[in-house]
């Protein structure tokens, strides 16, 4: 059973960066494509970024490229996301998620999900 755990959530303003942790155990991590979500009140859980099992593939939301950056330390069983430029429309929960599969985009796809970090971006 995988176990993922996020952290590095927190309030920032407008403009500023933060790093989200996700770290994972219990399974083989290099066998896992994982993904960074984001769900607000009321909304359904969005895409934001993806990863695949090799490293060598990554995929964004649009409203995050050029902003966000996935990535990932295999030595550390560890997937990042650096969001830099944050705005208040970033402002969500940020759930990570492991896919038995190379890649993956879709919420359904997944198979494993972390407790989620709340990121709140003021104006």
């Known amino acids: 059973q995988v176990q993922l755990v996020e952290s590095g959530g927190g309030l ?13 155990s219990g399974g083989t991590f290099s066998r896992y494509a994982m993904g960074w979500f984001r769900q607000t009140p009321g909304n359904e859980r969005m895409f934001v970024a993806a990863i695949s099992w090799s490293g060598d593939l990554t995929d964004y939301e649009d409203s995050v490229k050029g902003r966000f950056t996935i990535f990932m330390d295999n030595t550390k ?26 890649i993956a985009q879709w919420d359904v796809e997944y198979d494993y999900w972390g407790q989620g970090t709340q990121v709140t971006v003021s104006s």
């Open 77 to 102: 069983n560890t997937v990042y996301l650096q969001m830099n430029s944050l705005q208040p429309e970033d402002s969500a929960v940020y759930y990570c998620a492991a896919a038995k599969k190379p």
């Open 12 to 24: 920032v303003q407008a403009g500023d960066s933060l790093r989200l942790s996700c770290a994972s």
